[in-house]
Nanobody
Framework: QLQASGGGLVQTGGSLRLSCAAS????????MGWFRQAPGQEREFVAA?????????HYSDSAEGRFTISRDNAKNTVYLEMNSVKPDDTAVYYC????????????????WGQGTLVTVSS
């Protein structure tokens, strides 16, 4: 029900846009977000956005100022615009949905999408 795409190989300092298409149900009322998991590390929160108010966003410290989360309700899609990427951004990126931002950030999500791999070359 959540389909992530847009990953790939990008050079340090470059940009990439990930997409998360929702299907099968409406996600109105849910907080949508992105997580990532680097090799050998735990999954970590990256960004979140309210489905009903696109001005309500949350970012991890590592994402703040470089990444932008947005959504297109008409397309049932959430995006993660990644700018000024670094090798440390290399990870599998997952989209997720939860009823509150607190639950989302804690990883207590209601829905997970499959991951999309982002590789940043130095």
């Amino acid at each position: 029900q959540l389909q992530a795409s847009g990953g790939g190989l990008v050079q340090t300092g470059g940009s990439l846009r990930l997409s998360c298409a929702a299907s099968g149900r409406t996600f109105s009322g849910y907080v949508m977000g992105w997580f990532r998991q680097a090799p050998g590390q735990e999954r970590e929160f990256v960004a979140a956005i309210s489905w009903s108010d696109s001005t309500v966003t949350h970012y991890s410290d590592s994402a703040e100022g470089r990444f932008t989360i947005s959504r297109d309700n008409a397309k049932n899609t959430v995006y993660l615009e990644m700018n000024s990427v670094k090798p440390d951004d290399t990870a599998v990126y997952y989209c997720a949905a939860a009823t509150t931002v607190y639950r989302l950030r804690a990883g207590s999500t209601d829905y997970w999408g499959q991951g999309t791999l982002v590789t940043v070359s130095s």
